[in-house]
């Protein structure tokens, strides 16, 4: 069965500092990945998304980047921090090849920029 | 633009039965999802429409009307565990995933 990884589970940085949130997901090949950020007491806003190693579409600009080094990583970065980076973090995946297939969802990063 | 309703908030009681609503307006239709998500946790898949119609899963169901814009979520035999926030999320024609700001579904004893 597939199972979604992501770490840390709880993140307090200080604003301007870096960021790299991490995920990882076993038992499915060449899925498509997804970043996604929820305020609290919002819906989720689409950050990212990417469907192959190296290739990753952008949302929403911001100071927020994403890299795919391997084909079931998905990194989230950010060179600086700033205080409406706050939020709950969720990566995402689905199987490449059907585009309307169901997403199913990492635990999640709380984080929280001061 | 392209967007999803969704009551902000809804109360029920333990043993009784609730539907939540969500109407979407977006440039196309590839199908509807609804997530459930417990409070500081991820959302968890409950059930996907792309024809109109009922879908049936134990005590939750979901149902689509494509000509009007709207689905439900219904849950039956409410239990203390069912008290999360309900996510409707609809394939739009470009295939990006719209998403509505949730329900919070409180159950009371």
């Known amino acids: 069965s597939q199972t979604i990884h992501q770490w840390p589970a709880t993140l307090v940085q200080p604003v301007g500092s870096p960021l790299s949130l991490e995920c990882t997901v076993e038992?499915?090949?060449?899925?498509?990945l997804y970043w996604y950020r929820q305020a609290a007491g919002r819906g989720l806003q689409l950050l990212f998304y990417?469907?192959?190693?190296?290739?990753i579409s952008s949302e929403v600009p911001q100071n927020l980047s994403a890299s795919r080094p391997q084909d079931r990583q998905f990194i989230l970065s950010s060179k600086k921090l700033l205080l409406s980076d706050s939020g709950f973090y969720l990566c995402?995946?689905?199987?490449?090849?059907?585009?309307?297939?169901?997403?199913?969802f990492g635990p999640g990063t709380r984080l929280t920029v001061l | 633009g392209q967007n999803i309703d969704q009551p902000t908030e809804m109360t029920a009681t333990e043993g009784a039965i609730v539907q939540i609503n969500c109407t979407y307006q977006?440039?196309?239709?590839?199908?509807l999802f609804w997530y459930q998500q417990h409070a500081g946790e991820a959302p968890t898949f409950l059930s996907y429409?792309?024809l109109d119609g009922l879908e049936e899963k134990g005590r939750f169901s979901s149902f689509l009307s494509r000509s009007k814009g709207y689905s439900y979520l219904l849950l039956k035999e409410l239990q203390m565990k069912d008290s999360a926030s309900y996510l409707c999320?609809?394939?739009?024609?470009?295939?990006?995933?719209?998403w509505g700001a949730g329900t919070k579904l409180i159950i009371k004893p």
């Open positions: 038992g499915t090949s060449n899925p498509n």
């Open positions: 995402a995946w689905s199987s490449q090849g059907f585009d309307t297939d169901t997403q199913y």
């Open positions: 429409n792309v």
């Open positions: 977006t440039s196309g239709f590839n199908g």
């Open positions: 990417s469907v192959g190693i190296g290739q």
């Open positions: 999320a609809v394939w739009s024609s470009n295939y990006q995933l719209i």
